[in-house]
């Protein structure tokens, strides 16, 4: 049916989500073969296509945490809108290196040249795709089409009435439209808008506000939360320490550009695949501290996103759609994450039996005919089923190769150390045996129990967003505890990035801090400090005098500014190594404020287990497709979102679109944010 009135929609937010919705737009409107016109514009002060996150400009140290094969802006499903233009980015990537496009910057070439399906694009890279497919789609505009773009920030969005003889109030089209205010003074006019507003600045939360104040007090550095390439890394000095707090995703941009970035070099040595790290001499002394004392686990060398050797068995699709036909709102704790677990082990002890067939007791064969008996779902009355495979492992497996699946988050877990040398050795050695399995690949049963909690999140996510999940297990068990475990094991960096670090740690440029540290302010001394309660204050001679670990290679003698107050540290700067925080009530959006202030829009509130309503991180949304509560608990309707804002309606908003994949399975969570945005782009145009 075709379209033959006129449309005026604003799409808030041109990153890669703000610009597959009007990649959908534009396919849909091409294919309903309308008569009226379309207009839209685009608002962000960002520039168009990278959006914030993925500027083209920005230090080619900073890595995407998925390989070339993974990404798209476009979608490759063929019940959709056939794109109009654009490629996956592994297309584009091969296409450049045939027929380089004339605008690519030398950098740019020099990457692409380098870059294979397998490897890890520089983000920068990332933001050049976006910026071209979005370039590419301007070219192709269908008839009736104008696309206006806005380099601002929009304040505020609100109902404005459709006067009489307006368009807005053509048959069909919504009885009232938006006024969007942008920064520069512009008011532009809506028949909607769509919200992608992607990632935001937060506020900081109350000891965040107390660090900062007693760093403009007392002459320190603090840097808050914040995009990495966000921050002027020169401020941090060199040759002084310096704390960072989170060794995630975002402790390896700030290593990469207090290292790399000043000039050091990494070695690979000849004989091992160890490497040697050659300072440049004007590096920090870089303290890392995080909950669990170490570092994310590195992704494994595989060939696809997911490991082929792993099958899930238990936890899949069909599985979790059972719950929805017949009614029922799964606890993830109770009935979604008791299927996981069994994959995981499944997925273990299986790989052990095939690469390791010495550390089976019993004929591997037999082993696994009594594993598969005891993960049956219906082989014993609830609750009972890890008792059974517990007690097959007992006769079957070696005790120095049983699975701690939920200790393998917690590596330090249950290990005090007598001082700070011992625990850097103790880190040191995690770093490279997990380096080591990451290149054993589907050989290793520890990365492929891994990848079976890495499969089973695509399962999770369509389970969550389809049916929904109990409150009380989506407060306490997804979020709770499962979001931070199964992070840190399968939402890792790549492997060079561990060998990186130990390294570094063998050259004394790195150093930590042990498990559960806690932070404060020593004002007397002006000098922020961490302590954990796991390391002692034993006699440290690379601490005490420089020397060792902390004195560097060649004579840098990083170690030498490190003050130590019994088992802890201090430093004059400190840094945190963390996303500004995804939170609604929290984000310091002027357009957001607004909204929730007016009651436009609503955080979604779940009851605990204790029947105590908890706020959550994103908006009270209703499907499909997605549009906000307003306080009054009624719909806001012209008004949709897409992205992280749908942080409690969806599950893992944050990672791009996948592209799909040559072989493996195809999960349906890959592409939901494509479709998504096409379902806001279908109800726009009245499709």
Known sequence: MGISRSIRTAVIGAGPRGTSVLERLLANWAAAGPAGTLHVDVIDPYPAGPGHVWQPGQSRLYLMNTQSFYP???????????PLAGHTFDQWRELQQRDPNPALTDAERAEIAGLGPTDFPSRALYGRYLRATLEELLTRLPPGVTVDFHPA?????????????????????????FD????????????????????????????????????????????????????DWSRVPG?????????????????????????????????????????????????????????????????????????????????????????????????????????AIWAYYSTLARSQPGAVLTDPAEFLRALDESLRPHAHSAGKWEDA?????????RAAHRLDLLGLAAPLAGRSFGSRAELDAAVVD??????????????????????????????LKTAVADSGITDESWVAGLRGWFESFVEGLASGPPALRSAQLAALARAGVVRFVGPDPKFGVDRKARAFTAASPWVGGGTDA????????????????????????????????????????????????????????????????????????????????VPHP??????????TEGLYVLGLQLSAAQWGTAIAAEARPSSGPVYRSGQRTLRDADEIARTILAL
């Not at 798209?72 to 499903?77: F, K, S």
């Not at 380096?435 to 399962?459: C, F, Q, T, W, Y």
């Not at 609604?584 to 509130?605: C, D, I, K, T, Y």
């Open 72 to 82: 798209t802006v476009v979608p490759e499903d063929r019940e959709l809108a056939a």
């Open 153 to 177: 920030t929009a304040t505020s969005v609100r109902h404005a009435a459709a006067a009489d003889g307006d368009l807005a109030a053509d048959r069909g089209a919504p009885p009232v439209r």
């Open 180 to 231: 969007v205010v942008l920064d520069d003074g512009t008011v532009l006019t809506a028949d909607s808008v769509v919200l992608a507003l992607g990632h935001l600045e937060a506020r900081l939360n109350a000891e965040q506000r107390e660090l900062r104040t007693a760093a403009e007090e007392l002459g320190l550095l603090y840097v808050p939360p914040a995009a990495p390439a966000d921050v």
């Open 239 to 343: 040759g002084e320490p310096v704390l960072v707090r989170g060794m995630g995703l975002n402790f390896f941009d700030v290593m990469g550009q207090l290292t790399e970035g000043r000039g050091g070099r990494f070695v690979a040595a000849a004989d091992t695949a160890e490497l040697t790290y050659l300072p440049s001499g004007r590096e920090p002394l870089i303290i890392a501290a995080s909950r669990r004392g170490t570092p994310y686990r590195a992704k494994a060398t595989l060939t696809g996103y997911y490991p082929g050797a792993v099958q899930l068995r238990y936890c899949t699709e069909e599985a979790a759609a059972k719950f929805a036909r017949s009614g029922i709102r799964p606890s993830f704790d109770f009935d979604l994450w008791p299927l996981l677990h069994r994959d």
């Open 389 to 397: 495979t517990e007690s097959v492992v007992a006769v079957h497996v």
């Open 430 to 459: 995690y770093l490279l045996d997990d380096a080591r399995r990451s290149a054993l690949g589907e050989d290793d049963p520890v990365k492929m129990a891994i990848g079976a909690l890495h499969h089973g999140r695509a399962v």
């Open 542 to 621: 690379s601490v005490d005098d420089g020397a060792g670990l902390a004195g560097g290679v060649g004579g840098s003698g990083l170690g030498s500014g490190v003050a130590v107050a019994g088992s802890g540290v201090s430093a004059a700067a400190m840094i945190e190594a963390l996303a500004p925080a995804n939170r609604v009530a929290v984000n310091a959006s002027p357009l957001l404020e607004q909204l929730l202030a007016e009651g436009l829009v609503r955080p979604r509130l779940m009851m605990s287990v204790e029947g105590t309503p908890v706020e959550t991180s994103g908006l009270d949304v």
């Open 626 to 635: 997605y549009r906000p509560l307003g306080a009054s608990g009624s719909v």
